[in-house]
């Protein structure tokens, strides 16, 4: 009565929160959606979907269906990559999550040269620096550029390269200022955050040798959810960001920025992978595919030349 086409089918209606999302993430039409989820509820003799203006509700028997038919499709993807490892093949569907800015720098260019190389994976790569909404069954691979202390016990974790966070400015918007020379003297400068993940992005907590850790409140004058963005308005002389060593060493190096407050460090925000407990975590595809990331961050292709771009009047 169901097959396999049907379990794929449904678990893209589960995983979305309205048909037509669900629409996208098949390729099909809206209404195509409709009339086969209709078609598979006369079918089944059971009502899988409440509709409403806010989107999509599993009923138990869709809940059951979703639950039991992503086990099944679980399996058969695991026996797919075993007969395929069998062969020497790196095959399957490969679901990729990492952040807006730094997936598009460092994980895009990976994505393509691993495709050219497993021409046999399909592969979607999502950029979002919203991870902690996403359910882990919607990726196999996440890349996450943080803290790590708030993420699920139940993912497995492999850091892939060290990132610090440092404060910085552009000359020009330091040339009638003074600089700051502790962290409470931010109060008074114009502030730039940048709204990723679920951070508290207006305290920033600095430290220093063993002192305790002090906490700034910043009220923000300009905030942006987009990493570039905000990257563009320090470079244009608009402010002061917190920002990670990825996205700003190049800047640093080469006079564009002045890093702050060097005395001070930030916490880090270490660049890793999160695994799933499922088979697609152990999949040839999987592991093949954090190996090749692994290696285009060995070594860590960022770094902050010592002594450069930092404020020449700090101690």
């Not at 955050?193 to 009220?219: P, Q, T, Y």
């Not at 923000?220 to 320090?234: K, T």
């Not at 407990?277 to 090749?292: H, I, N």
């Amino acid at each position: 009565m169901l097959d396999t086409d049907d379990l794929r089918f449904f678990a893209a209606i589960a995983s979305a929160h309205s048909l037509a999302a669900a629409a996208r993430d098949l390729n099909v039409s809206p209404p195509a959606v409709t009339q086969r989820l209709r078609a598979l509820e006369r079918r089944l003799g059971i009502h899988l979907v409440d509709r409403s203006g806010r989107g999509l509700t599993l009923t138990d028997e869709g809940a059951l269906l979703a639950e039991r038919g992503r086990r099944l499709l679980d399996a058969f993807g695991d026996l797919d990559d075993a007969l395929a490892a069998r062969r020497g093949e790196v095959t399957g569907h490969l679901r990729i999550v990492a952040p807006l800015g730094f997936g598009r720098r460092y994980v895009a260019p990976v994505v393509a040269s691993f495709r050219a190389r497993h021409p046999q994976v399909r592969i979607d790569l999502q950029l979002s620096d919203r991870l902690g909404r996403m359910p882990s069954e919607a990726w196999d691979l996440a890349i996450h550029v943080g803290e790590t202390r708030d993420l699920t016990s139940s993912l497995t974790l492999r850091t892939l390269a060290p990132n610090a966070r440092v404060v910085c400015a552009a000359p020009t918007y330091l040339g009638g200022r003074d600089a700051p020379r502790a962290p409470s003297d931010l109060r008074a400068h114009t502030c730039i955050a940048l709204r990723e993940n679920d951070e508290d992005v207006a305290l920033w907590r600095f430290r220093s040798g063993r002192h305790a850790e002090e906490r700034v409140r910043i009220e923000p004058e300009l905030a942006s959810n987009d990493g570039e963005v905000a990257r563009g308005w320090a470079l244009a002389g608009l402010g002061v960001i917190v920002r990670s060593e990825w996205d700003v060493a190049d800047d640093i190096n080469a006079g564009r920025l002045i890093r702050l407050l060097p005395g001070y460090s930030l916490p880090a925000a270490p660049v890793v992978a999160l695994l799933g407990a499922g088979p697609r975590a152990r999949a040839a595809r999987t592991q093949r595919f954090l190996e090749a990331l692994r290696g285009a961050l060995t070594p860590t292709p960022w770094h902050l030349t010592e002594g450069s771009g930092t404020d020449p009047a700090e101690p």
